[in-house]
Each structure stands twice: as C-alpha cells, then as structure tokens.
C-alpha cells in the first residue's frame, strides 16, 4: 500500500458492488486504499472475489452486524452505492453514529441537493451526494460545447487555461511534430500536454507527431490563449444543432441544460413522454418517433445536426443508433461538414465502451465511471489541492504541493526516471506569483504548486513523485 499521512483517508467502505460499486473498488485498490465491501448477492461476492483484492462481507447494508464485522468504527470513508437511495441514505446516518467521518451516498433524486428541501444532505449526515443521470448531463453538455467549438478548462484558479480542440487535416498542428512545433512557435509558452487518438490516450514527447483527427489538449496562460487560438486555426462556429434520441432522465436534462442556448431536437418513442416533454421543454422541439429507423432520423432533420446524442436506457439502441447517424450524417451532401458531425452515446455497460467507442460514436460516456470519478475526486481532496478528470482522454489534471525532500525536487524534469514516460507529464509550476510553463530544464522545488497531467489509472505515481 502507498504510504500516506494519517490525515489522509485509508480505510474505505463501500455498500453495494453493482454498478459502481466494483469499478469504484478496483480503482480504489490500485491506488493503495484499504477496501471493504458489503453486498447481499451471494454470485456478485464470488464473482468479484476472484478480482479483487478487497475485504468483501456478504451481507446486508442494514445489518448491524455486518457493519461491525466490516470494522465501520475504524473506517475513514463510507461509500454507498447500492441501487436502493433509501438504503444509502439510511446508511450515511448510520454511518455517522460508527464516527465514519467521510460519507458519500448514491441518489437519484434532486430533491435533497439544497437547504430548503424537507431534507437536505446535512440532515441526512452525506457529506457528497452523488446524482449518475446528473453527471452524465452535465457531461453531455461539456463535450457538446467542446464539439461546438473547442473547450476551454480553466486550472490553477483561471491563470492557467487548457484548450480541447480537435486536430483536421488542413490545421497548422496537423503531421507536425511537439518538438518541431515549440521551436517553430516560440513567441509564448505553451505545451501539448494530452492526445486522444481513437480510444487512446497519450501524454506525448517531443518526438510524438500530431495526425489528424487527434483530439489535443494544449495547455498556455490566460493572456496567451488569443495567441493559441490564433496558433491552432480555432474559430468561432455558427450557432450548433443537436438531437437527442431518448427523453429520459439524462437526454430531458441535457435539453433542459442546452436549450436555451443551442438549437435542440429530442426524438422519443414513447407517445406519453414525448407529450410530457413538450409541456415541460418550452426551448426544444420533441418529436415522437423510432430513432432506430433510418427514414424516421431523416425526416427529423438529422443529416441538418451537428452533433447526435442517444440517451435511451437501452446499450444495443444507443451503439446501433449512433452507428446509423453517423453513417447518414456523413454521407449526406456528398460528406460535406462530415468531419464537423459528431456523435455521442451513453452506454450503461463498462465492457460496451470500448465497442461504442470504436464503432458509430465518436463519444461514448458511462454512468459508473462518471460517479467513480466524481467519488475519487472528493476522496482525494485531502491531499491534492484539485483534480479534474478529462473526460475522452483517459486522464486526470491535478494540482498538487510538491513535499520537502519528496523525488520530483531532486532532479530537473528531463531526469524523470523513464518508468513515469507516457504516464505522468508536469504541465506548469507556480513561481514568482505567476504560473509558468513546465519544460526539461524546469526543477521543482518544494513546497511549489505544481500542475500535472497523469493517466487515469496512474494517479498513485503522482503520489510517489510529489508526496515522498
């Protein structure tokens, strides 16, 4: 296990292993937390047993016993993600009474997120309550407007600002290499600091080449962006269309979020929803029909969208559906705008990812691993300043203290040992009030804010560089 300060949460216990439970548990375990788990279904307990290396108690969430068998008393964090919100509310007041200092509950409801509800999170003892459909719209709605232009991500209190922009043919960083790019523009700092290139995630070198349809992540200063922009051939697009097949929790909420702002077509199959949605989404136009059909997507005026979201509570339709746009929308006009025509899915299966991602969706998204993240990012909070997870590129950006005497201010960046290449890459450093880009020569020393993009998964090499 990595050592950690004892202020830092290390004994963890997580309700349920549906769902999130599992990923969130592994994820948890790779980066050294103690892990106990309680979960009733008897072939769950025996199937994840053989994966993972956490306690796991067969059992349920409402037995004291299995509590006490769990050691809540000595527990710094409880994780409730059970299907039941009435069980992981519960638990977190239960939870309470065992001193468990940090407690996390899984709710599908927004009618406990604020100080006027009949009862609010504080009552009910949660310190974070995590909403999956919320997560996934708000999600949806980030990598829309990241579609629709190019999204800026603001870190390091807004001094620093990361842009995401997707890489054509004719831009200027198209087939030109990192280092071919820092010497040939040298006017201001700025760094490639991520790549998304298919499913793929690549913290690049100076050898690394940039091909089109890369997704990059470049990061400079605020005063520096109009400079970056200017760079990379980013303008500002017209105004953006999108559909949305499925007017469920998530797609009525992205409509909710996006229409007022952008122009918005949910197509729903069911006949009574889709009534229900054209009273409640006076910004958006609802359509009934079967988004799987090809005739049906036409007529409602596909091959016009910019960008096809399927939210149906269905995995099959959402993959089928988007490979069916994504064909249509590329086809029509002889394929003008194709490349401009994006597709995004939301799959409630993790193993599905993958084949949505390298099949019609440009975009695939899940719920689980949404929670997870929103979950490890809280959890983390005590010893890292920030972290924010880069949805499409597999990675977190984090703002972390560098520790006296810890590895990373020992040697200037060039010197890293090889084993952190192409898994951890230093962006910038805070020094004389001002954040700074990070280069080879660049050393840190202690006690500095530094910025740094790591793989998802990777998270605990940060901690051995940074925190000793």
């Not at 958006?284 to 079967?290: C, F, K, M, N, S």
């Not at 590329?330 to 899915?345: E, F, L, Q, V, W």
């Not at 805070?430 to 910025?451: F, S």
């Amino acid at each position: 296990m990595l050592s950690r300060k004892k202020s830092v949460a290390e004994n963890i216990l997580i309700l349920g292993l549906g769902g999130v439970g599992t990923y969130l548990a592994k994820r948890l375990v790779h980066e050294g937390y103690a892990v106990t788990a309680i979960e009733p279904d008897g072939r769950l307990i025996r199937h994840t047993d053989g994966q993972l290396d956490a306690r796991l108690i067969q059992g349920s969430a409402m037995s004291i016993a299995c509590w006490r068998e769990a050691n809540a008393q000595n527990t710094d964090v409880l994780i409730a993600v059970t299907d039941n919100d009435a069980v992981n509310m519960l638990s977190a007041m239960i939870a309470d009474r065992f001193g468990i200092p940090l407690k996390i509950a899984r709710v599908r409801s927004m009618d406990f997120d604020n100080k006027d509800s009949v009862l609010n999170a504080d009552d009910l003892k949660i310190d974070l309550i995590i909403h999956p459909e919320e997560l996934a719209a708000q999600e949806i709605v980030r990598l829309v407007k990241r579609t629709a232009g190019n999204e800026i991500i603001d870190i390091a209190d807004g001094q620093t600002q990361v842009m995401a922009t997707r890489v054509h043919e004719d831009s200027p960083l198209a087939h030109q290499k990192l280092k071919t790019l820092s010497m040939t523009h040298n006017t201001f700092p700025f760094r490639v600091v991520a790549i998304a290139r298919g499913i793929t995630t690549i913290l690049p070198g100076g050898d690394h080449e940039i091909l089109p349809q890369d997704q990059v992540l470049i990061m400079a200063s605020r005063e520096d962006l109009p400079k970056l922009m200017a760079l990379t051939g980013v303008e500002q697009q017209r105004r953006h269309r999108v559909m949305i097949l499925g007017g469920g929790l998530v797609g009525c909420r992205v409509a909710e979020l996006m229409g007022k702002d952008v122009r918005v077509k949910i197509v729903e199959k069911d006949e009574a929803v889709a009534a229900d949605l054209c009273h409640l989404l006076t910004d958006v136009e609802v359509l009934h029909g079967d988004g799987s059909d090809a005739e049906a997507l036409e007529q409602a005026g596909l091959t016009d969208m910019d960008t096809f979201i399927t939210a149906t509570g269905e995995n099959e339709t959402n993959i089928m559906s988007c490979m069916l746009a994504k064909h249509l929308m590329n086809t029509c006009n002889g394929g003008a705008r194709s490349k401009d025509r994006k597709t995004i899915s939301l799959v409630n299966k993790e193993e599905y990812l993958v084949l949505a991602a390298t099949s019609g969706s440009d975009i695939a998204l899940n719920k689980k691993v949404l929670a997870a993240n929103e979950i490890l990012k809280f959890i983390r909070r005590g010893e890292l300043l920030s972290v924010a997870h880069l949805h499409g590129f597999d990675a977190e950006v984090v703002e972390i203290l560098a520790a006296p005497d810890s590895p990373i201010t020992r040697i200037p960046l060039s010197k890293i040992d090889p084993d952190f290449h192409g898994k951890i890459l230093i962006g910038g450093v805070y020094r004389d009030d001002q954040w700074k880009i990070a280069v080879g020569d660049t050393r840190i020393l202690p006690n500095e804010r530094v910025i740094v993009i790591c793989k998802s998964l990777h998270l605990k090499d940060v901690h051995k560089l940074f925190l000793g």
